[in-house]
């Protein structure tokens, strides 16, 4: 009786209920773990090691990380009956916002995963059969890079960077704008250990960019858009600030109904439809507008649009 007394007191947090939820299908490490949950790294290695001495989950090591899963012990010994009713209990609460929005982020930390090379492929997984030496999206993007000639790029909402270093590398000249001083600070950062010099940065907002008129050959909205006040204003902008035969690109979610991204995310729209993104573009004087799916996965809320339009000339 102590030791069941003792295992229903672990169970009896929902932290570590969210934990073994996620666990029951996948292989992660803590710090996947960190971002599924939304807690601190600290609390979430606490819960695993309770979790592990329980004999609940199991931990093993893999290409220089630790993985931990659910302990195959846990459906076959003593605790059958109990793990049954917890897959019963996790299986009705489907629809629970904050459950929505752990397998949300769990999609995306495995979408992010499969186009790493480094943790994609490994023997043991379940897409070994892919395995490809030397294959990666990043090469790809580079490649195709070197087909462009050398364009005056706009990274709109750059965030940390990332993106504005890739385009760095085919583009005569990347301005990079985003709102947060914090995250430029982290961007350029970023750009002094690659040894980037021909990026600009500044700060400002979507609808009111600190760029003159006709300035770019090409500007960039990635994921950027739904956390504008006026989206409609924020591609408006976009297209100003284009030379004319240039071109306006936006990847950008399609519409979802996962509202935890307003609170966690701060996003202000939860996605576009594909005709509502080609209105904003046309409205804003673009010509041969086109969307498209950029990206999608089973089980993924999160669907990636891919629109373009070109200045009129």
């Not at 992660?28 to 939304?38: K, M, P, S």
């Not at 793990?83 to 996790?90: G, I, K, N, T, V």
């Amino acid at each position: 009786m102590r030791t069941a007394s003792a295992l229903y007191k672990l169970l009896g947090d929902e932290a570590r209920l969210r934990l073994l939820r996620v666990l029951r299908s996948e292989r992660l490490n803590v710090t996947e773990l960190t971002g599924i949950l939304g807690l601190a790294q600290s609390g979430v290695s606490r819960h695993l090691g309770l979790l592990k001495e329980a004999g609940l989950i199991s931990e093993e090591r893999d290409a220089g990380f630790t993985y931990y899963r659910l302990s195959p012990a846990v459906r076959d010994d003593g605790h059958r009956t109990l793990w049954a009713a917890l897959e019963e209990q996790f299986d009705e609460a489907g629809d629970d916002p904050a459950i929505r929005a752990d397998e949300a982020r769990l999609q995306e930390v495995l979408r992010l995963r499969k186009e790493n090379f480094d943790t994609h492929g490994s023997p043991d997984s379940r897409d070994a059969r892919q395995l490809v030496p030397g294959r990666s999206w990043a090469a790809w993007s580079r490649a195709l890079g070197m087909l462009l000639p050398p364009l005056r790029v706009a990274d709109l909402g750059c965030g940390e960077g990332y993106l504005t270093i890739e385009a760095s590398r085919w583009a005569s000249r990347v301005i990079a704008v985003d709102r947060s001083e914090t995250v430029l600070s982290r961007a350029k950062g970023l750009a002094r250990r690659r040894r980037v010099s021909n990026v600009v940065w500044k700060r400002g907002e979507l609808d009111k960019l600190p760029i003159k008129d006709e300035s770019v050959d090409v500007a960039l909205l990635s994921q950027a858009l739904h956390h504008a006040q006026d989206p409609g204003r924020a591609v408006a902008e976009a297209a100003r600030i284009t030379v004319s035969g240039g071109r306006v690109l936006v990847l950008d979610l399609r519409t979802h109904s996962e509202e935890w991204v307003r609170t966690k995310l701060g996003d202000q729209t939860l996605g576009f439809r594909d005709d509502e993104l080609a209105r904003l573009l046309t409205a804003a004087g673009l010509r041969d507008v086109q969307v498209g799916v950029g990206a999608r996965k089973a089980g993924d809320p999160f669907i990636v649009l891919i629109a373009s339009g070109t200045k009129a000339r």
